[in-house]
DNA sequence: CCTAGAACCTGCGAGC
DNA sequence: TGCTCGCAGGTTCTAG
């Protein structure tokens, strides 16, 4: 998926067109698009209905629409290849819409969820006092939250045994961060994915956040990365990051600091690029 | 308790 | 043409 500022464009569409409106019904056209909502699809769809939904929110690649005066919200998630689109009503059913979502309003659109490989969905959740899901407490704050803590994410790499790119992509020590901007943020840092976290410095973790809110932000900027149409705003449209990447899916490329060519390597049933030579890897694979 | 790896899905492009 | 294989942006469960 989508990693944060996918999610983020996302959220930012569904601000403004879906914010402030009331739901009429919702459809449920595909169970597991539920899975995570214990108490089944017909309950989730009645429960939506007739609630406003409120301010769009976020947290990694989580987001949330809360239901005003519900003390619940609607959780989403877009897995591998979800997504959320305003759609007008007489649009043709997409091949793998999941859930429609229709509003009691005569703005002629409604919000759907289209999801090709499953791995995301909807659920209805109690939240907290700081407006959080409940089953989200565990996610880390994303680092372009402004109480997102450097000092404790460095602390918790030193308190680790484990590799830097596993630390990024572990979604309760830092959101948002995914297979993508991982490999970016550890090409700008020179560091190879496989470092030991806890042989890095304090400085080395401060200046590797700072490439990882870079690239986010640089994205961002630009909608978002997407090489095909699974990725896209709630419009449909695809972000131009993809131009922009240094090295992800560069494999054999020239490394745009030093002209070696670039690598892939079979990482946890994916892939991680790096240069071979700006990317030293560690002495002692631990 | 901690970490590494597999499982969960569908579709697409490459290679035979 | 059609089959198999490898691969895809994530999370979660299990085994060790």
Redesign the pocket.
């Known amino acids: 998926?989508?990693?944060l500022p996918?999610v983020e464009v996302v959220r930012r569409g569904l601000q403004r067109w879906v914010a402030h409106r009331t739901v009429a019904d919702a459809v449920v056209l595909h169970p597991?698009a539920v899975r995570r909502h214990i108490a089944g699809a017909d309950d989730f769809a009645h429960r939506l209905q007739g609630h406003r939904i409120g301010t769009p929110s976020r947290r990694?690649?989580?987001l949330w629409l809360p239901l005003e005066d519900t003390g619940q919200a609607v959780l989403a998630?877009?897995?591998?290849?979800g997504q959320l689109l305003v759609q007008p009503h007489e649009a043709p059913a997409e091949?793998?819409l999941r859930i429609r979502v229709r509003f009691a309003d005569a703005l002629g659109t409604e919000l759907r969820f289209v999801d090709?490989?499953?791995?995301g969905g909807l659920s209805l959740h109690d939240t907290t006092g700081d407006g959080l899901p409940d089953?989200i407490a565990h996610i880390a704050r994303d680092p372009l939250d402004p109480l997102f803590d450097d000092e404790a994410f460095h602390r918790a790499l030193r308190?680790?045994?484990?590799?830097i790119k596993?630390a990024l992509?572990d979604?309760s020590l830092i959101?948002g961060?995914?297979?993508?901007y991982a490999d970016e943020a550890l090409w700008r840092a020179r560091l190879h994915y496989e470092r030991p976290t806890a042989t890095l410095t304090r400085p080395r973790t401060l200046e590797l956040l700072g490439h990882v809110r870079d690239v986010m932000n640089a994205a961002l900027a630009v909608g978002?990365?997407?090489?095909?149409s699974?990725?896209v705003n709630v419009n449909g449209e695809s972000?131009y990051f993809?131009r922009s990447l240094d090295a992800?899916g560069r494999e054999g490329l020239p490394c745009r600091r030093c002209a070696t060519p670039m690598r892939?390597r079979?990482w946890?049933?994916?892939?991680s690029y790096f240069c071979p030579k700006c990317q030293r890897p560690p002495r002692i694979t631990?």
Do not use: A
């Open positions: 998926m989508p990693e996918e597991r990694g690649k989580y998630h877009l897995g591998m290849s091949k793998h090709q490989r499953t791995f089953v308190r680790k045994r484990t590799t596993r992509l979604q959101s961060v995914g297979n993508i978002g990365t997407s090489f095909d699974l990725y972000g993809d992800y892939r079979p946890m049933n994916r892939s631990p």
